[in-house]
């Protein structure tokens, strides 16, 4: 037992090592291309010009769209293309790559562009929170292991309807909201704040629960075990998350260049509030459903800022992924075999460092603990999504990019960590001393729905229509919405069983 026991603590410490390592990589893949960041048009000099490949000019070149991106049809002239050549449109604006697209993606075959010598090109131009932009626009031709360069064409585009088309929406959406957090957001939170002030928690150590436990958290009259998950659920603990989330909203913020305009400070802040919107509501709903033994709000609040940081912890390492399959044309692999074990596993890591906590204690708190942390994740990850919008997307696409990830999908994230946590907490109700290896077999389970869920890509790329039926019309309805529902009946099901017939929790009677 007491082996077990401190192989339980050096396995957190390990893990929770690795969630450190995994900022630390990210930090370096995030913020490195800017601190090396230059002229991305310099490349372009390198390639070779060819007289019979050329790029032809358009009219006009000025240009005032009142959606985004602008779409642009060109004609290229080129050597007869052979079934291997990549053609791709690059736009350029102040040295900056904005956005690369295919020429050839609209072909369904090869046999259908092979020996053309002139065909068209639709090159998608993207508003970037500027009022007034310049582009130069390219054509690479990749073509017998040399790079052909044609172009540019140089485009100014006054994006001033647009914007004002953004800013009519923001108006509408601005009530919205404030009627969301108003009416229901406030309330319940408020309602969640009474109810946890005046619920009777069981204590292992006197005021383990109260307003100075917050402030003061360590004390050396408990065990290095209770101080350590004081800290953990306590403000300084927060402080740390908080700062690691800093780090990732300064990147995100950079990304794409807040200070460019109101606009883009506008469509920062609102994206944030979307994304924070639905996954803080199923927060929420989950809680309030646990209403045998509502948890303390401090576990939740470290929970789901743990959750948020697991998205900074994972970045770097799937974008090291992403790139290194997307330069053999295999980025599906990464989405569909890598992001899925290492989510997984970072958002798991909250779990462990909580494993002994004797509030932990179930497989209904494994759940709603795991489902907190995948939606604190689901709240960055949505929001990292919705920065693309409206820049380079239409407003009705932010919108509706909001529908597919925050509603439509938007207890994904919180399902696959809640598998982790359940076995964690069914590990715990059968007193297993070292819980925190749990994540060893939830974390597959967890990654096993999560690709699921992101093999769309996968199978339309090798099957077709085919594929979009099987992944809408099989995987949807099995794993994701079938998953969801599944969970939702086994926490209704432990909330409802006899528990803790005594009063007191297992961890106390099996410590005495």
Same mark, same amino acid.
């Given at each position: 037992?007491?082996?077990?026991?401190?192989?339980?603590?050096?396995?957190?410490?390990?893990?929770?090592?690795?969630?450190?390592?995994?900022?630390?990589?990210?930090?370096?893949?995030?913020?490195?291309?800017?601190?090396?960041?230059?002229?991305?048009?310099?490349?372009?000099?390198?390639?070779?010009?060819?007289?019979?490949?050329?790029?032809?000019?358009?009219?006009?070149?000025?240009?005032?769209?009142?959606?985004?991106?602008?779409?642009?049809?060109?004609?290229?002239?080129?050597?007869?293309?052979?079934?291997?050549?990549?053609?791709?449109?690059?736009?350029?604006?102040?040295?900056?790559?904005?956005?690369?697209?295919?020429?050839?993606?609209?072909?369904?075959?090869?046999?259908?562009?092979?020996?053309?010598?002139?065909?068209?090109?639709?090159?998608?131009?993207?508003?970037?929170?500027?009022?007034?932009?310049?582009?130069?626009?390219?054509?690479?031709?990749?073509?017998?292991?040399?790079?052909?360069?044609?172009?540019?064409?140089?485009?100014?585009?006054?994006?001033?309807?647009?914007?004002?088309?953004?800013?009519?929406?923001?108006?509408?959406?601005?009530?919205?909201?404030?009627?969301?957090?108003?009416? /229901?957001? #406030?309330?319940?939170? =408020?309602? +969640?704040?009474?109810?946890? @002030?005046?619920?009777?928690? !069981? %204590?292992? $150590?006197?005021?383990?629960?109260?307003?100075?436990?917050?402030?003061?958290?360590?004390?050396?009259?408990?065990?290095?075990?209770?101080?350590?998950?004081?800290?953990?659920?306590?403000?300084?603990?927060?402080?740390?998350?908080?700062?690691?989330?800093?780090?990732?909203?300064?990147?995100?913020?950079?990304?794409?260049?807040?200070?460019?305009?109101?606009?883009?400070?506008?469509?920062?802040?609102?994206?944030?509030?979307?994304?924070?919107?639905?996954?803080?509501?199923?927060?929420?709903?989950?809680?309030?459903?646990?209403?045998?033994?509502?948890?303390?709000?401090?576990?939740?609040?470290?929970?789901?800022?743990?959750?948020?940081?697991?998205?900074?912890?994972? /970045?770097? #390492?799937?974008?090291? =992924?992403? +790139?290194?399959?997307?330069? @053999?044309?295999?980025?599906? !692999? %990464?989405? $569909?075999?890598?992001?899925?074990?290492?989510?997984?596993?970072?958002?798991?890591?909250?779990?462990?460092?909580?494993?002994?906590?004797?509030?932990?204690?179930?497989?209904?708190?494994?759940?709603?603990?795991?489902?907190?942390?995948?939606?604190?994740?689901?709240?960055?990850?949505?929001?990292?999504?919705?920065?693309?919008?409206?820049?380079?997307?239409?407003?009705?696409?932010?919108?509706?990019?909001?529908?597919?990830?925050?509603?439509?999908?938007?207890?994904?994230?919180?399902?696959?960590?809640?598998?982790?946590?359940?076995?964690?907490?069914?590990?715990?109700?059968?007193?297993?001393?070292?819980?925190?290896?749990?994540?060893?077999?939830?974390?597959?389970?967890?990654?096993?729905?999560?690709?699921?869920?992101?093999?769309?890509?996968?199978?339309?790329?090798?099957?077709?229509?085919?594929?979009?039926?099987?992944?809408?019309?099989?995987?949807?309805?099995?794993?994701?919405?079938?998953?969801?529902?599944?969970?939702?009946?086994?926490?209704?099901?432990?909330?409802?069983?006899?528990?803790?017939?005594?009063?007191?929790?297992?961890?106390?009677?099996?410590?005495?």
């Amino acid at each position: 037992m007491a082996l077990l026991n401190l192989v339980n603590r050096i396995f957190t410490a390990f893990i929770l090592l690795m969630a450190i390592s995994a900022i630390g990589i990210s930090l370096v893949t995030l913020f490195l291309p800017y601190l090396l960041e230059d002229d991305a048009t310099i490349e372009l000099e390198a390639m070779e010009r060819s007289t019979d490949f050329s790029l032809a000019e358009v009219s006009p070149t000025a240009i005032q769209p009142d959606d985004s991106p602008y779409v642009l049809n060109t004609s290229i002239s080129s050597p007869p293309l052979a079934e291997t050549d990549t053609l791709n449109a690059r736009v350029y604006s102040g040295g900056k790559l904005l956005l690369e697209s295919d020429c050839l993606t609209d072909f369904e075959s090869p046999e259908e562009y092979v020996g053309s010598s002139s065909l068209g090109c639709v090159i998608f131009v993207p508003y970037n929170y500027a009022h007034a932009q310049d582009y130069e626009v390219y054509v690479v031709l990749d073509s017998g292991g040399k790079e052909f360069l044609a172009g540019p064409i140089a485009l100014s585009a006054d994006w001033s309807l647009y914007e004002e088309n953004f800013w009519g929406f923001s108006s509408t959406l601005v009530i919205i909201l404030i009627g969301v957090f108003v009416l /229901i957001l #406030l309330p319940l939170t =408020a309602l +969640a704040a009474y109810l946890t @002030a005046h619920t009777k928690h !069981i %204590s292992i $150590f006197p005021d383990e629960y109260s307003l100075s436990s917050l402030a003061i958290p360590l004390s050396g009259t408990r065990t290095l075990l209770q101080n350590f998950n004081a800290f953990i659920l306590s403000p300084y603990f927060w402080f740390l998350e908080a700062a690691g989330i800093a780090i990732m909203l300064l990147y995100m913020s950079v990304a794409v260049e807040i200070w460019k305009s109101e606009t883009a400070f506008v469509a920062f802040i609102f994206s944030g509030l979307m994304a924070f919107t639905i996954p803080y509501l199923w927060c929420l709903i989950l809680w309030y459903a646990d209403f045998r033994e509502r948890e303390p709000l401090r576990i939740l609040v470290t929970l789901f800022l743990w959750g948020v940081l697991a998205g900074l912890m994972a /970045i770097g #390492l799937n974008s090291i =992924a992403g +790139a290194l399959f997307g330069l @053999a044309g295999l980025g599906f !692999i %990464s989405t $569909f075999m890598l992001a899925p074990p290492l989510e997984e596993f970072y958002k798991g890591c909250g779990l462990c460092l909580l494993s002994e906590h004797h509030e932990y204690d179930s497989i209904e708190d494994g759940i709603l603990f795991g489902f907190v942390i995948g939606m604190g994740f689901s709240f960055i990850e949505n929001w990292i999504y919705m920065l693309s919008n409206p820049m380079g997307t239409s407003i009705l696409g932010w919108l509706g990019l909001f529908m597919l990830r925050a509603v439509m999908f938007s207890a994904n994230h919180g399902f696959y960590t809640a598998l982790t946590g359940a076995v964690i907490g069914w590990l715990v109700e059968r007193c297993f001393p070292a819980p925190a290896l749990g994540l060893i077999i939830g974390v597959p389970i967890a990654a096993f729905f999560h690709a699921m869920h992101n093999s769309g890509e996968m199978l339309i790329s090798f099957l077709g229509i085919g594929g979009v039926l099987l992944y809408c019309c099989l995987l949807i309805p099995l794993f994701d919405y079938g998953g969801v529902v599944g969970l939702l009946v086994l926490f209704a099901y432990v909330i409802l069983r006899k528990k803790k017939a005594s009063g007191i929790p297992r961890r106390q009677k099996s410590r005495g």
